[in-house]
């Protein structure tokens, strides 16, 4: 589909999370030597609650040594103090030993954690379609800039090929180790495109001791939340603010089909996909339909400046509180663009419709 080339460009090496619960020893020691590496210092970064909690380490000749302990697999982040450079690794209580070289922190080794290791493999399996994905997106990219409609239809199709094989890898490792928090990071990296019931029916899958994990809890929430915003269930009330003051509430669009649509200034690929959204109003809004944006953007100046600049005639509202929106936050909203059809009666029938499915479901209810 076409969000998946949208999001392509975007696509980091922080796909998954972590992995088994049970530690033999009471906390990590992580060993570095690092050939080439100057900096007087360098830098640890894991989440603790709703911040990041930071380490420091002094470097001698290349080499470094951070020490605590975490409840459970944490992803985290060694860095320079101008967070220039850097690379993530896992940690888990047991001794973590990273070697490599200055220039190439992206592809240090580590070792001596079982989570690293999990998460090596699933990246093997999944490189070669990484490496086709990335391919096929700068001749996207040319296409488009040449402005070869053709070519970029053959394209999105094989994005779409590439995309079900990298899906069906990724449910058979989560299928093949329900033990690992690597299963409950590639639940999250691959939600967009799943619908609540298999989301539900693969976390449930996984055992006890992930699911009762803190990040387990919180995902549990997540879904829990998905659950209430499905097709067939009505829409959730919220209001904001417009780009007047004036507040506006989703209860004033009643009566009508209305695309609920999140998205910000400073999201690529929202930015990418807005003409087509500019594309479906002006084809339809004679036909009891319209949109409601809702921007997760902090500078009210750059969130104007995006509305004209992308010919954004319908109502646009923001509380300016960046991923904190509380819209965003009632719909459960970890990605962006994101959107939901919702019916004259306030029902919501349909979910995160781009491009071409966005013009064919208005097209199947506003006949």
Same mark, same amino acid.
């Given at each position: 589909m076409k969000n998946k080339i949208l999001m392509v460009s975007a696509v980091t090496g922080l796909s998954a999370f972590f992995y088994t619960v049970s530690f033999a020893q009471k906390g990590y020691v992580v060993h570095g030597d690092i050939q080439g590496l100057n900096e007087p210092y360098l830098y640890l970064s894991r989440p603790a609650g709703d911040s990041a909690h930071i380490d420091s380490a002094k470097v001698v000749n290349g080499k470094f040594t951070f020490t605590g302990s975490v409840n459970e697999p944490t992803q985290a982040v060694i860095m320079n103090k101008e967070q220039s450079k850097g690379f993530q690794l896992y940690l888990e209580n047991s001794n973590i030993t990273v070697t490599g070289k200055a220039d190439s922190l992206r592809r240090v080794k580590i070792t001596g954690s079982a989570t690293q290791k999990d998460v090596d493999d699933l990246k093997s399996a999944t490189t070669n379609i990484n490496k086709q994905e990335q391919e096929l997106y700068a001749k996207y990219k040319e296409a488009e800039s040449n402005k070869d409609t053709a070519?970029?239809?053959?394209?999105?199709q094989q994005f779409d090929s590439l995309n079900n094989a990298s899906t069906a890898i990724n449910k058979q490792f989560i299928k093949d180790h329900p033990k690992s928090f690597v299963s409950l990071g590639l639940l999250q990296q691959i939600a967009y495109g799943m619908n609540y019931n298999d989301l539900n029916t693969s976390f449930n899958s996984l055992d006890a001791s992930v699911k009762?994990?803190?990040?387990?809890?919180?995902?549990?929430?997540?879904?829990?939340l998905m659950g209430k915003i499905t097709e067939g269930n009505p829409a959730i009330p919220f209001t904001q603010n417009d780009v007047n003051?004036?507040?506006?509430?989703?209860?004033?669009?009643?009566?009508?089909?209305?695309?609920?649509?999140?998205?910000?200034?400073?999201?690529?690929?929202?930015?990418?996909?807005?003409?087509?959204?500019?594309?479906?109003? +002006?084809?339809?809004? /004679?036909? &009891?339909?319209?949109?409601? #944006?809702?921007? @997760?953007?902090?500078?009210?100046?750059?969130? %104007?400046?995006?509305?004209?600049?992308?010919?954004?005639?319908?109502?646009?509202?923001?509380?300016?509180?960046?991923?904190?929106?509380?819209?965003?936050?009632?719909?459960?909203?970890?990605?962006?663009?994101? +959107?939901?059809?919702? /019916?004259? &009666?306030?029902?919501?029938? #349909?979910?995160? @419709?781009?491009?071409?499915?966005?013009?064919? %479901?208005?097209?199947?209810?506003?006949?």
């Open positions: 070519s970029q239809k053959l394209y999105e009762n994990s803190s990040k387990g809890k919180k995902y549990a929430e997540h879904l829990a003051g004036k507040p506006v509430s989703l209860s004033d669009f009643k009566g009508k089909y209305v695309l609920v649509d999140f998205w910000a200034s400073w999201c690529g690929p929202c930015r990418a996909e807005n003409p087509n959204v500019v594309k479906a109003y +002006n084809k339809y809004k /004679d036909k &009891n339909f319209t949109v409601l #944006g809702v921007s @997760l953007d902090q500078s009210a100046d750059s969130w %104007k400046e995006a509305i004209a600049k992308d010919n954004l005639t319908w109502t646009e509202v923001s509380d300016l509180k960046y991923w904190k929106n509380e819209a965003a936050a009632k719909y459960g909203i970890q990605a962006i663009p994101a +959107n939901f059809l919702i /019916d004259p &009666n306030g029902i919501i029938i #349909g979910h995160n @419709l781009r491009g071409d499915d966005l013009d064919n %479901k208005l097209a199947e209810v506003l006949k």
